[in-house]
C-alpha cells in the first residue's frame, strides 16, 4: 500500500495526488511506518522516485520527531527499538556502493 500511495503523491493529476498526500499522512501514524519506509527505500526493484519519495517521507517525519523536545500531542513517539533498527538501515544505504546517487541523497 506504501509503494502505490507514494506513486500517487508523484502524479500529475491534483485528485489522486491531494488523496494520496492525505493517505500518507494516516500511514505516517502506523507504527511501522518508519520500517516500511526504509524497506521501500532500500527496494532497488523500484523505481528511484518511489524510492525517493519513500526516503524522503521517512527523513520528515525522523527529523520532526526523532526527538521531540515536549509530548505536544503534534509530534509521534519512536521507540528506541525502532531507533535501533533505522539507524543500521539508513548507514547501509548511505554506505552501499550500488544504490544510486539520488536515492542516497534523500536518505540523508
Same mark, same amino acid.
Given at each position: 500500500?506504501l509503494?502505490?500511495?507514494?506513486?500517487?503523491?508523484?502524479?500529475?493529476?491534483?485528485?489522486?495526488?491531494?488523496?494520496?498526500e492525505?493517505d500518507?499522512?494516516?500511514?505516517k501514524?502506523?507504527? !511501522?511506518f518508519?520500517?516500511?519506509? @526504509?524497506?521501500?527505500?532500500?527496494n532497488?526493484?523500484?523505481s528511484?522516485?518511489?524510492?525517493q %519519495? /519513500?526516503?524522503?517521507s521517512?527523513?520528515?517525519?525522523?527529523?520532526q520527531?526523532?526527538s521531540?523536545e515536549?509530548?505536544?500531542?503534534?509530534?509521534m513517539?519512536?521507540?528506541d527499538?525502532?531507533?535501533? !533498527?533505522?539507524r543500521?538501515?539508513? @548507514?547501509?544505504?548511505v554506505l552501499?556502493?550500488?544504490?544510486?546517487?539520488?536515492v542516497?541523497? %534523500? /536518505?540523508?
Amino acid at each position: 500500500m506504501l509503494v502505490s500511495v507514494l506513486g500517487n503523491t508523484l502524479s500529475a493529476a491534483e485528485a489522486p495526488r491531494k488523496q494520496a498526500e492525505i493517505d500518507l499522512i494516516t500511514i505516517k501514524k502506523e507504527p !511501522q511506518f518508519l520500517l516500511a519506509a @526504509l524497506s521501500v527505500g532500500r527496494n532497488t526493484s523500484l523505481s528511484v522516485e518511489i524510492r525517493q %519519495a /519513500a526516503l524522503t517521507s521517512m527523513r520528515m517525519f525522523v527529523q520532526q520527531n526523532w526527538s521531540p523536545e515536549e509530548n505536544d500531542g503534534f509530534h509521534m513517539h519512536i521507540p528506541d527499538e525502532a531507533k535501533n !533498527q533505522i539507524r543500521p538501515g539508513v @548507514l547501509d544505504l548511505v554506505l552501499n556502493a550500488e544504490d544510486e546517487r539520488k536515492v542516497k541523497i %534523500a /536518505a540523508r
